[in-house]
């Protein structure tokens, strides 16, 4: 049921925050349960740009309404340029806005998070399950089922351009191997990208959760249009949240409530209720109730050079997809080489460069993308006042390792390798970018100019079993009972490529086992390793001066 913000129910029993892509399926996954009340809370508003809807127009879209576009701080490893960061505000998040892949990643990806939590669930193989349940899609093994999820995965075919077809052939005759997706655990060779795509038109996790029977459940309420200033907390509970709208603030009550907000807003609101560092928060104005020394820490993200770019022999036609038509991933030290890929690279069907470069004329060039899969370096994001207005502090610290340094090299050494392949010759006339190189500080100095955003950020409240991570294997927050976090903040470390088929998995995950994570009111539990926050003691917190109605958990009223 969509409500406007005047309909908000005085209590839900589990309030989500962030209507993107997890919080569009939890929302559906947890109201099937009829007698729980789910509210979802967006800061956006519904998707009706007719825009989203076309793959090719996904870059066009950054900018505009419905994209927060963050800046990040300057970059000392990127020629000191401010990167702007597109991320969804709208019903569906960034599945609106993103160039619409969907790669499940490598099985060692996994093995990593199994490691960083002591909990197998979050493994390649029990994660199976959840993500046969979002998919709709023809897997790979032969006379296998097909899936029925919500989410369509294809794989094109005579859509591909002709452009992609050739790298696909040079890749191969290097001795990547042929896969018919990257989706079944291996990621390491050449096909086509699958794509959230049905009938040559983007699939939103709008689109495919919430559906108008899921909406006109009576036991959902979608609010649309309204900000979650701070969550109010008592002891070690949340007992609800602060919500500004058009019409002003009320205080809404929650027996749960999960942050699906992001990898940016979901520790923003956590710093902002005063939970987090506590010398961040004192710098930010805000009163520190739990020192949490990394939420907002741990942040990663892809970058891709854009690009290695050629001129043509003739025009090219343009892309039919969505312009990056194929990835393909690779181990470093040799094309024939197998296991989880450490770079990638990738044909884009289009003149694609970073702001440093000028694009000739579409169909006049084409560029090949490349990148690290497992980048090293960690950066930060704060919060620099205590209103959501305030700009967000993003320091993603690009480049700051010296792995990450070495394997970029090695990414365009090997784009520049596929490149100059004969069975690219009917298209290639010659090389534009980078052009020669002669030393190693050429060579890096072009890729700080080359990189861009692959918009993979993640990691900003990772789960884990040592003291320091802000959430355990069950996604709660340490030291709170009714909190949890269900978005890309909790990952530990980056899959192989795009991370939506990876948080659509934790959503999908989280709402199956939810009934058993549901705790007494008062009880705390500490599990091994759990290392709870530090609460910090003041004074009895000041009222808001804002006049609200104040909604209660414990209060009902009539299902409309």
């Avoid at 084409?366 to 502090?393: A, D, K, M, Q």
Wanted: charged content about 25%; overall charge neutral.
């Amino acid at each position: 049921m969509d409500n406007a913000f005047d309909g908000v129910r005085p209590a839900a029993d589990v309030a989500i925050i962030g209507g993107g892509s997890a919080g569009t399926l939890l929302a559906a996954r947890l109201s099937e349960e009829p007698d729980r009340n789910v509210l979802l809370v967006e800061a956006g508003e519904e998707a009706t740009d007719p825009d989203i809807r076309h793959p090719a127009a996904w870059p066009a879209l950054q900018g505009r309404s419905y994209d927060w576009d963050y800046r990040t701080e300057p970059q000392t490893r990127t020629a000191g340029r401010v990167h702007h960061w597109a991320r969804g505000r709208a019903i569906g998040g960034s599945s609106c806005l993103h160039a619409m892949g969907y790669m499940r990643g490598h099985p060692q990806d996994y093995q990593a998070w199994v490691d960083a939590t002591g909990d197998t669930r979050w493994g390649w193989d029990e994660l199976q399950p959840a993500f046969r349940a979002i998919e709709n899609r023809l897997p790979d093994g032969d006379g296998a089922p097909r899936q029925t999820g919500p989410m369509p995965v294809y794989v094109p075919g005579e859509e591909l351009s002709v452009l992609t077809r050739a790298f696909i052939e040079a890749g191969a005759s290097l001795g990547l191997p042929r896969l018919k997706s990257h989706n079944d655990g291996e990621m390491v060779g050449v096909t086509p990208n699958a794509l959230n795509i049905r009938d040559g038109r983007r699939v939103t996790t709008a689109d495919a959760w919430l559906t108008p029977a899921v909406r006109s459940r009576n036991n959902l309420t979608i609010v649309t249009g309204s900000l979650v200033r701070r969550l109010i907390v008592d002891g070690t509970r949340v007992r609800g949240f602060e919500l500004v709208g058009p019409d002003g603030a009320i205080d809404v009550r929650a027996g749960q409530v999960v942050l699906s907000a992001g990898a940016l807003e979901s520790p923003a609101l956590l710093m902002r209720s005063g939970i987090g560092p506590q010398e961040w928060l004192a710098a930010a104005g805000v009163r520190c109730l739990f020192d949490m020394p990394d939420i907002g820490r741990n942040l990663q993200d892809h970058l891709l050079g854009a690009g290695n770019m050629y001129a043509t022999r003739k025009p090219l036609p343009p892309s039919r997809l969505q312009h990056s038509e194929s990835m393909a991933y690779m181990r470093s030290d040799a094309f024939t080489a197998t296991g989880r890929p450490d770079i990638v690279v990738g044909c884009g069907v289009a003149p694609i460069v970073s702001e440093r470069f000028v694009a000739p004329e579409p169909g006049s060039a084409y560029s090949l993308l490349f990148g690290v899969t497992h980048p090293t370096s960690r950066g930060s994001l704060r919060i620099s006042g205590s209103e959501p207005g305030n700009p967000l502090i993003i320091d993603p610290a690009y480049l700051q390792t010296g792995r990450d340094r070495v394997l970029f090299r090695q990414a365009l050494e090997a784009a520049r390798t596929i490149g100059h392949r004969n069975e690219l010759s009917e298209w290639r006339e010659r090389e534009l970018l980078p052009g020669a190189l002669n030393s190693v500080s050429e060579i890096d100095e072009f890729i700080e100019n080359a990189v861009i955003t692959h918009h993979h950020p993640c990691g900003t409240c990772r789960m884990g079993k040592d003291a320091q991570a802000v959430v355990d294997a069950d996604l709660r927050l340490k030291s709170l009972d009714n909190l949890f976090v269900v978005d890309a903040s909790v990952v530990p470390s980056l899959t192989a490529g795009p991370i939506h088929a990876a948080v659509l998995a934790i959503a999908e995950t989280f709402a199956r086992s939810m009934s058993t994570r549901e705790r007494p009111a008062g009880r705390h539990n500490h599990r091994s390793g759990d290392g709870p926050a530090r609460p910090v003691r003041h004074g009895p917190a000041p009222r808001p001066q804002t006049t609200r109605k104040e909604l209660r958990h414990d209060q009902q009223t009539p299902r409309a």
